[in-house]
């Protein structure tokens, strides 16, 4: 029912700096494979085979990344390296990948609906490649879909925070539903509120699924938190009619867009890779 994957990838990844100076910052390794190829991977296992990119100037690598490289191939035929391309080359048979450009940094609303051209009136998943997440059961993705299809709404992952990190996250409030323990029915969510102004501790992250709804709201929506395009703002349109559920995923969550995340989850990644060795 799902079966497009938006990733917004055009963001300059400062916190990176120097490295993101030429390279984007979805294409950092963990291990031995890009942050967007994981984001991929996850799409991929709940049954996704459209991959929409939202790039930018400078992103040419991931467009590379997902395409043969026919020098590379001759190079490395019948040999014992082979295997090296395995995974990637599963991937670029499964999936189809196609890209647009934001040409101006206006915020994830704005990327989102520039993705509008390659989504089209469906429902989709968004990615957001610098949240690796890692469960030993279902991938975070499968876990929503299975949500989406019995809510049919707009549905956003979240993870208990400690309060102090509000001001780097969208915060939801809302009523569990059902009797669940972790499915929320949102009533408000706030684009990086401080500490005092924060509803709850419960932050989104950056696993989403729309409806096609939300590009005709983005379009009216305004200029939010640090003079952009929120889809905070947008999806709290939507909560007030009821329309979006916060579900609180299984399984681990590495911000990768820090240098802390980044490097606990080259921790984390190696000892699973040196146990299975
Ligand atoms: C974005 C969203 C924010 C969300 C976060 C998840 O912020 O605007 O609501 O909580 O992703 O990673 P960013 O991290 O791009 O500043």
Redesign the pocket.
């Known amino acids: 029912m799902i079966n497009k994957c938006l990733f917004p990838a055009a ?1 300059y990844g400062t916190r990176f700096l120097p490295v993101t100076k030429a390279t984007p910052k979805e294409m950092l390794p963990i291990l031995t494979k890009p942050l967007i190829q994981y984001g991929v991977e996850e799409a991929l296992s709940a049954g996704i085979t459209t991959m929409a990119i939202v790039t930018g100037r400078g992103k040419r690598a991931i467009e590379d990344h997902f395409d043969i490289s026919y020098e590379l191939e001759h190079q490395i035929k019948g040999t014992s390296k082979e295997h090296y391309l395995d995974e990637i080359r599963s991937l670029i048979d499964k999936c189809t990948f196609s890209y647009t450009r934001q040409q101006e940094m206006n ?3 704005h990327a989102i609906l520039t993705g509008e051209t390659l989504i089209g009136d469906e429902p989709f998943a968004v990615i ?1 490649a ?2 690796l997440c890692y469960s030993n059961d279902d991938a975070v993705l499968v876990q929503m879909v299975k949500i989406y299809e019995k809510y049919q709404c707009c549905v956003v992952a979240i993870e208990e925070i400690d309060i102090e990190q509000s001001d ?4 939801i409030d809302g009523k569990l539903v059902d009797d669940s323990r972790d499915i929320y029915r949102v009533s408000h ?1 706030v ?2 509120p401080s500490p005092t102004e924060a509803p709850t501790n419960m ?4 696993r989403y699924i729309l409806t096609p709804e939300i590009f005709d709201v983005l379009r009216v929506t305004k200029a939010g ?1 640090g003079g952009e395009i ?3 703002d947008a999806l709290n349109s939507l909560a007030k009619e009821g329309k979006v559920i916060a579900y609180q995923f299984k399984g681990k969550r590495f ?1 990768c ?1 820090s240098v802390d995340g980044y490097m606990k989850a080259t921790n984390y990644f190696y000892t699973m890779y040196k146990e299975e060795k």
């Open positions: 963001g915020g994830l609303g957001l610098d949240d780097k996250y969208g915060i969510m684009e990086k932050a989104i992250i950056g938190r929120q889809i905070t911000d867009g």
